[in-house]
């Protein structure tokens, strides 16, 4: 297993670039990858880190996250506060993936309220046409979920069925989703955990604008997400199991989270 702790600094040179090295990379959101700000500062904007140069911005003073430094494992975050409705908004340039593979870490400070800490909405639409929602404390403290696509009709949930998060314990999630198919495939800290099936989502699903946000989801206004945000993994595609793990190792290693292999 991946030993917690590890420093990054001495040894990311062999394994920095994983990402990128696999194909389907679509949008590439990390912390470290932020210039130009000091420890406490507000997040007007964060540039993924791929050709695309995707930008994900907030305008609103008061709903600007903070950027911290030295958080996960000498890394530093993206700071959202649920309570002061913090968030930033990539807008629509991600569209709806056929397939797609989504990774993040992240750590929340609440281990109770309900909260959306990214995905995306439509916002032609109802508030439930969705995909890549990560859903923490869903129908309980500590249970993980997956929106992973909806038409406005047939909802698409998986959640773990007992407690996995807690607050202030940082974590990687990553879900898998294959166009067609019954639902995604939610992975915890490199395992997928016993999961429920709630509702039969869509294999057509009809938006076309959707929303992406990191502090919520797309263009709802609920759930938002308290707690800190260090990197955030995109492809348009649903990644092997080899692929899926050489990325969960990276991660792994950066930010000094244990896994099972």
Not at 74 to 82: A, D, I, K, L, N
Request: proline share 4%; hydrophobic share 35%.
């Amino acid at each position: 297993a991946t030993a917690p702790g590890v420093n990054y600094a001495a040894t990311k040179s062999r394994f920095k670039d994983i990402p990128e090295a696999i194909s389907g990379l679509h949008a590439w959101f990390k912390a470290d990858a932020i210039t130009g700000l000091a420890d406490g500062a507000a997040v007007a904007s964060w540039t993924d880190s791929t050709s695309n140069a995707y930008t994900a911005v907030q305008a609103t003073p008061a709903q600007k996250p903070t950027y911290k430094t030295s958080i996960i494992n000498g890394m530093p975050v993206v700071r959202f506060s649920g309570a002061a409705s913090q968030y930033l908004d990539l807008g629509t340039v991600l569209g709806k993936p056929a397939s797609y593979t989504l990774f993040a870490v992240m750590q929340t400070s609440d281990g109770v309220t309900r909260q959306w800490a990214l995905g995306s909405m439509d916002v032609t639409a109802s508030s439930a046409k969705s995909w890549g929602i990560v859903d923490l404390n869903s129908t309980a403290p500590g249970n993980l979920a997956q929106g992973w696509n909806s038409d406005g009709t047939n909802a698409g949930w998986v959640r773990t069925t007992a407690a996995v998060t807690s607050a202030n314990t940082p974590f990687i999630t990553d879900s898998v989703y294959l166009s067609g198919a019954a639902g995604a495939v939610p992975y915890f800290n490199g395992t997928a955990p016993a999961y429920g099936v709630s509702g039969g989502g869509s294999t057509t699903n009809s938006g076309t604008a959707y929303s992406f946000s990191m502090g919520r989801s797309g263009a709802y206004n609920g759930n938002y997400f308290t707690g800190d945000i260090a990197e955030v993994i995109i492809y348009n595609t649903n990644l092997s199991t080899s692929d899926r793990q050489q990325v969960e190792y990276y991660l792994s290693r950066k930010y000094g989270i244990a896994l099972p292999y």
